[in-house]
């Protein structure tokens, strides 16, 4: 079998466990689904999120023009529902993306140049560790101000630690693999060498990592908005919709239900998604 053969095949069989399991597969489905409600979110959303009906407030399910009733501004939840989803898809895959950057920086640097090199960074990772991320994320926040590029930001740089980790430590592995030793006997760089040889093959475990930290982004961004750290209002958050509907769960239930329950089933659409990853990059899988 050739190398470029060998990353197809474990793709495949990866690709095969994960549609074996239903679960993790109808998962996908949903989360995609979500992604696309949330880009089409003007197409989807009956009103717009902000459109204030004060004839209209704490409308009941089924009321004439808000199938899933109204807020104590006469908001449509259905529409703030779905602007929310896009606010909450928007930051945690832009947090991810930052935490993934700054992981694979000092991850590949960390695993591949050792020495001091590699006891500074780890060093700061341990530092980041020991501090707790939501406070950062909290204290970034107060800093930066209530903004959809604050959140990113301070999620993203609050949760790169354990993805370097897990960097450093599959660098560590595959540097000692043979293939990675020809390429440096045949003089390739050390950049050429971490890109081309080393990166492609922690990209299983790198993919499972993200998977978690999607729906911990997603959590981050609705606690920060509990906290009224979140995006500016109007601007829909599901953490501020919550909150709000908690002060009339006897009234009103439906607001802060609706809310809260597509936010549970999204955290455990992306986490079982995590979960069937897992088991589709796990090596040991098919001898189970």
């Known amino acids: 079998m050739t190398e470029q053969e060998r990353p197809r095949g474990q793709w495949a069989r990866a690709w095969d466990r994960f549609r074996a399991n239903r679960l993790a597969l109808g998962s996908l489905v949903f989360c995609a689904l979500l992604v696309l409600a949330a880009l089409a979110a003007p197409l989807v959303a009956p009103h717009h999120y902000a459109e204030i009906d004060y004839t209209a407030r704490l409308a009941p399910i089924g009321a004439?023009?808000?199938?899933?009733?109204?807020?104590?501004?006469?908001?449509?939840?259905?529409?703030?529902?779905?602007?929310?989803?896009?606010?909450?898809?928007?930051?945690?895959?832009?947090a991810e993306v930052t935490a993934l950057v700054l992981a694979l920086l000092v991850g590949l640097v960390a695993g591949y140049r050792g020495g001091r090199v590699e006891q500074g960074l780890m060093g700061l990772t341990d530092v980041m560790?020991?501090?707790?991320?939501?406070l950062f994320a909290v204290v970034l926040v107060t800093?930066?101000?209530?903004?959809?590029?604050?959140?990113?930001?301070?999620?993203?740089i609050a949760s790169w630690v354990t993805q370097a980790r897990l960097v450093r430590a599959q660098v560590l592995t595959l540097k000692q693999r043979e293939y990675?030793?020809?390429?440096?006997?045949?003089?390739?760089?050390g950049t050429t060498i971490a890109v081309k040889y080393i990166l492609p093959n922690a990209i299983g475990p790198?993919?499972?990592t993200t998977s978690f930290a999607i729906p911990a982004a997603i959590s981050a961004e609705a606690g920060l908005a509990l906290l009224g750290l979140g995006v500016q209002p109007p601007t829909p958050s599901w953490g501020a919709?919550?909150?709000?509907?908690?002060?009339?769960?006897l009234a009103a239930p439906h607001v802060m239900v609706f809310p809260a329950t597509l936010f549970a089933l999204t955290l455990l659409a992306f986490t079982w998604v995590g979960d069937g990853l897992r088991d589709a990059f796990d090596p040991t899988a098919e001898q189970r």
């Open 64 to 94: 004439p023009g808000h199938p899933l009733g109204t807020d104590l501004l006469g908001r449509d939840i259905a529409s703030r529902l779905v602007y929310g989803l896009r606010t909450a898809l928007i930051v945690a895959f832009g």
């Open 206 to 208: 790198i993919l499972v």
């Open 129 to 134: 560790y020991a501090f707790p991320s939501y």
């Open 180 to 189: 990675v030793e020809a390429a440096r006997a045949m003089g390739a760089r």
């Open 241 to 249: 919709m919550i909150t709000d509907g908690m002060r009339y769960l």
């Open 143 to 156: 800093v930066l101000g209530r903004s959809l590029f604050a959140l990113i930001l301070a999620i993203g």
